[in-house]
């Protein structure tokens, strides 16, 4: 029995019919990973960065919690002892009221004061000082106790110079001293021509 024969056209129209079929295949796949696997790969790969940032967070939280603890620890600390300077240091330069500590600490020493004298006012870095002249004459003694009593009184205050002198017509030393006295924490001056204006 004979072989029926294909004609080229129907062979052309076979070739052409596999050919588009093997496009169509290659297309399928190709759409399959763009819609399908490349999002999912994608995906993939954000979360296991994600899983390396939280490991990484985890590891060091507790590093994290104590450089927190330390940091606002030492916020308490040093707002405690601001609150502290605040009470030591008044808005304004108070002269009057200082010459008063002076005055009653001198007087429980034995230390006569024969002039107190404001003097130049100027500005620092976050306060205003005023710097006070002070004369008296007293015992060696009385000299070292004012000075040993001034420093611890409430009134932030520092003594910048003293010079202490003989006297050979009496027992006391005649003295001299130059007080600092700060004010006005802030520094923001408005209290500067105050604190010159001989408090």
């Not at 790969?41 to 979360?47: M, T």
Request: include cysteine; charged fraction near 25%.
């Amino acid at each position: 029995m004979n072989s029926p024969v294909i004609d080229h056209e129907t062979q052309r129209f076979g070739r052409l019919l596999h050919y588009v079929g093997l496009a169509a295949v290659l297309l399928c796949g190709a759409a399959g990973y763009a819609w399908l696997y490349s999002p999912v790969e994608s995906s993939i790969l954000d979360a296991g960065m994600r899983i390396d940032e939280l490991a990484l967070s985890k590891q060091n939280a507790v590093v994290i919690r104590q450089e927190h603890d330390r940091l606002s620890s030492r916020l308490e600390d040093i707002g405690a002892r601001y609150g502290a300077l605040q009470q030591r240091v008044p808005e304004t330069a108070e002269a009057g009221s200082f010459l008063k500590f002076v005055s009653e600490i001198a007087h429980d020493e034995k230390l006569a004061i024969n002039n107190f004298q404001p003097g130049k006012t100027y500005e620092g870095e976050g306060y205003t000082a005023l710097e006070v002249v002070l004369n008296g004459k007293g015992s060696f003694a009385s000299i070292a106790s004012f000075f040993d009593k001034l420093s611890k009184i409430q009134r932030l205050s520092k003594v910048k110079d003293i010079s202490i002198t003989a006297d050979r017509q009496s027992d006391g030393y005649p003295m001299k001293a130059t007080i600092v006295i700060y004010f006005g924490l802030k520094g923001d001056g408005k209290s500067s021509d105050k604190g010159a204006s001989r408090g």
